[in-house]
């Protein structure tokens, strides 16, 4: 039995006789072969590929024309706080998930809604994040990973719950809010809930009955490999959540989760490295036997969770080829690991950002030394940079395999001051251990003119190509593509933005009615080139505008509200 969960009905709006839906073709099942070879026309996960470069192919947008993009639709989803999942498209099908665990489908090229679906959620449910990041798609199903720690499969013409299967139990302070991961017949997910005293693990469910195929913690129990690193209990309550879904190898059939921090806080409170907090874990996806790791740094003591899935990239070094995985990691280094069938490699990391907690990094390794003065703990106060919400936080990079840039979405001269306290564990309250700090905690580099950046990396070279800086902080998930473009939103001015990829140079902005934090996608129909990305501020951008404007003596504002915007060049059908 799980606590005081009950039985949760779908409460729908089927429109399936409309006219959105009859002006559709026959819906076309997302195979493993499809998943495996995405075409380009689509977008059918959450970050495009089961390498995680966030790019699309498509070309017919590019920067000698981006400067036409004019809207096509937009669609209010009647919800506030923070919308951060893409649309994922199957062939004119579009699939946005919100906060509070909706599930819209649309006709991607008229934005007509088909049909919603309405997760009915606990009255006691308590989301520290409301939020979620996206469905997954196999066979005729939609798979939406909810914040009730419910796994449920979908009709995708219907939007009818075919089933749901609890994951864990939200009254011990589990949820979830990442995309599903479809592969290998399984769909799995992480969950969330570190900063309430769980246990975190990845688990993977069999496509069509929701039986379950495996599940691994994240934290090893005593006897197991790394349990040594966790003192007494500590490992039954230590968080190590995942939030972000996962890379996928399927020539290895390894799947790669980011692992967030330990809990509580403070590293003091959990001496040990603490393994598999802050980490890269590599699990079979057959079995979840988790085959390999690299921690990116050991007891955190900065709320620096490495949930971000690494990008899966080949790169060169000393004119051999490497089988990699680039990371830009919260803690404010760009990490370059080798992935093997039973092991992962450290190549090599520097700072993207202002980092000053490192003091060296042992080069065969990877293993940072602290300056010690930075490291926060019970009863003890440090300042650090970058701040709590790191280099880069949750928002994923992109990665365009043509030109061999990276872009990564950055936070600049934003610093933190935390301080940690003795924490209880008691299920369903927060245990995280922190104190409050005399500073409040956030602060700003003296003199500095910007925080927000979007960088651009070359990741055989190691050079840092361009940087185009913002005034504001930057939340914005980004969308590499073929025709030399970046599309990036995140600042609190609510612009959706297109770079040059080659240069940083603003081609294109458009202002939305909110801030965006949601991942841009591309897609075609009918040989027509769509750019698409959810606005909704909230959650962690918000709370971050609310320390600047404390900081600053400011009051500044981001209107709320959900809303999907979708754009194209200006069009004349073929007749």
């Keep these: 039995m799980f606590g005081k969960m009950k039985h949760l009905l779908v409460c729908g709006m089927l429109a399936w006789g409309s006219a959105a839906a009859r002006d559709l073709p026959p819906y076309h099942p997302v195979s493993d072969e499809r998943l495996l070879n995405p075409e380009p026309r689509n977008w059918l996960m959450y970050r495009g590929s089961y390498d995680s470069h ?7 947008i590019d920067a000698g024309n981006v400067g036409q993009l004019e809207l096509v639709w937009s669609f209010a989803t009647g919800l506030r706080e923070g919308h951060q999942a893409p649309p ?3 062939d004119g099908y579009m699939y946005v998930t919100t906060p509070q665990n909706h599930v819209l489908a649309l006709n991607a090229a008229t934005g007509e809604l088909i049909w919603r679906y309405a997760r009915f959620l606990p009255d006691d449910l308590q989301q520290m994040h409301p939020t979620n990041r996206g469905v997954a798609l196999y066979g005729e199903r939609v798979y939406m990973a909810t914040v009730d720690a419910y796994l449920i499969s979908l009709d995708a013409l219907t939007g009818e719950l075919i089933w749901e299967v609890p994951v864990e139990d939200y009254y011990n302070g589990y949820y979830m809010t990442l995309a599903p991961l479809a592969a290998d017949g399984k769909i799995m997910v992480g969950v969330s809930g570190g900063e309430w005293g769980i246990r975190g693990f990845v688990a993977a469910y069999d496509a069509m009955t929701g039986e379950e195929a495996w599940k691994t913690y994240t934290i090893p129990a005593p006897g197991e490999p790394g349990s040594e690193s966790w003192p007494g209990d500590s490992w039954q309550t230590g968080g190590v959540p995942v939030w972000l879904t996962g890379s996928y190898d399927p020539e ?8 967030g921090n330990g809990g509580p806080w403070t590293g003091d409170a959990r001496p040990g ?12 996806a057959g079995s979840g036997e988790l085959r390999a790791h690299h921690q990116y740094h050991w007891n955190d003591s900065w709320d620096w969770d490495e949930v971000s899935a690494p990008l899966l990239i080949d790169f060169e070094r000393d004119g051999s080829t490497i089988r990699g995985m680039v990371h830009p990691g919260r803690n404010g280094y760009l990490w370059f690991l080798d992935r093997g069938p039973d092991a992962i490699g450290f190549v090599d990391a520097w700072p993207y950002v202002y980092q000053d907690v490192f003091t060296g990094i042992d080069p065969e ?3 940072p030394e602290y300056d010690m003065s930075k490291k926060p703990g019970i009863d003890y106060q440090a300042d650090f940079c970058p701040s709590l919400w790191g280099g880069k936080d949750w928002p994923p990079a992109a990665f365009n395999p043509a030109t061999r840039l990276l872009f990564i979405p950055a936070n600049e001269n934003v610093c933190s001051s935390l301080v940690g306290e003795e924490a ?4 369903g309250r927060t245990f ?3 104190g409050e700090a005399d500073n409040g905690g956030f602060l700003i580099r003296e003199g500095a003119e910007h925080i927000g950046e979007l960088q651009a990396w070359n990741v055989d070279t190691g050079e840092e190509v361009w940087t185009a800086t913002f005034e504001s902080h930057n939340w914005g998930p980004v969308l590499a593509t073929a025709g030399e473009l970046v599309f990036m939103g995140g600042t609190n001015d609510r612009y ?5 990829a080659g240069s940083g140079e603003i081609l294109w902005r458009y202002p939305t009615s909110s801030g965006i934090t949601g991942v841009p996608v591309s897609f075609a129909i009918d040989g027509r080139q769509y750019i698409a990305v959810q606005s909704g501020w909230g959650v962690d951008a918000e709370r971050e505008q609310n320390s600047i404007n404390r900081v600053r003596g400011a009051s500044f504002y981001v209107p709320q509200g959900g809303s999907i915007w979708v754009f194209a060049l200006p069009w004349e059908p073929a007749p």
């Design 54 to 60: 966030g790019y699309s192919s498509l070309d017919q």
């Design 88 to 90: 994922i498209v199957n």
């Design 252 to 259: 290895l059939n390894l799947t790669y989760w980011g692992t």
């Design 273 to 284: 490295d603490n393994l598999y907090a802050t980490s890269v874990i590599a699990l079979d």
């Design 365 to 367: 390794t990877g293993r």
């Design 424 to 427: 209880r564990y008691v299920p």
């Design 432 to 434: 995280t251990g922190r």
């Design 496 to 500: 959706f933005r297109a770079f040059d």
